[in-house]
């Protein structure tokens, strides 16, 4: 899962800034990442706290660049260059608040080149972490939305990996058919990146119109529109997850389709449903869920649930550098 990431990380060292340096889990996370000789890390907070802390938990983040935005020489720049960015939207006073939190300041680093990637939200909401990625940095030049995606992975006793990806948890709350289809698109793209052929499947509480409304009509919609802009990709729907998943299912309810019962890439109606479907995968399914992973987005910035553990924040980690 992370061999082509982490030869990618030796021959090319990156530099990552974490916005939570304070944190237990990103301090043991960045000791290991240091240890393993992977990542050159970045810490926001007050120096003090985040030393105290590392002290606390054993961690050794010696060498480590601590960045506190309140002692941070070059804010003046860094506010200027942000009220040039925002356009008229923001103040220098509200860009001088704003860079004061972890969160912006991080990303303006990012975005001013004095880090690689970004990785934040192990207390910060996703709200308070891509707000300032969304509001900053921007999308990709082709891109019209900023998505997500999980990789959900299970483990077999003989080492083999059981790979999914699920999309869009974490971001656009209710996705329009256009929404839709960019998130497929992108959410098959990560896929290909962890090795999954993808096999997409726009999910609904009905399959095939055995179902009627607005919110069948729009995964049907977008499947359609999906096809037409991807023709190269396996797509179908709408879906339920029964005949996107089980062969036996598919057979009962969408004989023929080329997705139906193989799908492992799977494209929720809207935020509810892939927030909950991608953590019922998680906690009862004993899926690793690697995510939100940001698509879209025109630099390597991601969010962490505030569950997280450290290894997922170093797993976090490689993926976001990694992918850059
Ligand atoms: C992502 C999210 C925070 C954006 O909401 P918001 O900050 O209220 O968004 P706004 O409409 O005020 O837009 C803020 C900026 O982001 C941009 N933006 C918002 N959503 C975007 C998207 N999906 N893609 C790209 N840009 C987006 C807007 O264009 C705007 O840019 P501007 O300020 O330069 O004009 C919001 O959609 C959200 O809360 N999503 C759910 C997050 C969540 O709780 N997930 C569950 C846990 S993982
Ligand atoms: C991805 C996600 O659900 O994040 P959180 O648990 O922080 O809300």
Do not use: H, W
Request: with cysteine; charged share 25%; aromatic share 6%.
């Amino acid at each position: 899962m992370f061999d082509k990431l982490i030869a990618t990380l030796k021959a090319d060292p990156r530099t990552i800034v974490f916005t939570e340096g304070p944190d237990p889990r990103i301090l043991e996370a960045a000791s290991r990442l240091k240890k393993d000789g992977l990542l050159t890390c970045i810490l926001v907070g007050k120096v003090d706290e985040v030393k105290a802390a590392a002290k606390a938990g054993g961690f050794d983040i010696e060498g480590m660049e601590i960045l506190d935005p309140a002692t941070y020489p070059r804010m003046d720049e860094m506010v200027e260059k942000m009220v040039e960015l925002r356009r008229g939207k923001m103040t220098a006073d509200e860009c001088r608040a704003a860079l004061s939190k972890g969160n912006y300041f991080g990303t303006m680093l990012v975005k001013l080149g004095g880090a690689d990637a970004l990785l934040g939200g192990a207390t910060y909401s996703t709200a308070d972490t891509v707000r300032p990625a969304l509001q900053i940095v921007k999308t990709k030049p082709g891109n019209k939305i900023v998505s997500s995606c999980f990789i959900l992975v299970r483990t077999g006793k003989d080492g083999s990996e059981e790979k999914y990806a699920m999309g869009d948890c974490a971001i656009n709350i209710d996705p329009t058919e256009d929404d839709l289809v960019e998130i497929a698109v992108e959410t098959a793209r990560t896929a290909s990146i962890f090795d999954i052929d993808p096999k997409i499947a726009m999910l609904s509480y009905s399959t095939l119109g055995s179902g009627k409304g607005e919110s069948v009509d729009k995964m049907k919609n977008a499947t359609a529109k999906a096809k037409a802009a991807a023709p190269e990709l396996a797509i179908d729907g709408e879906l339920q997850f029964d005949a996107a998943f089980s062969p036996v299912v598919a057979k009962t309810k969408c004989k023929g389709s080329p997705v139906a019962g193989q799908a492992n890439t799977f494209i929720f109606p809207d935020i509810n449903a892939g927030n909950i479907g991608y953590k019922i995968a998680q906690r009862l399914g004993g899926f690793e869920a690697y995510g939100p992973i940001l698509q879209g987005l025109n630099a390597p910035i991601n969010d962490l649930s505030r569950g997280c553990n450290a290894d997922e924040v170093y797993q976090m980690a490689i993926i976001t550098a990694g992918l850059k």
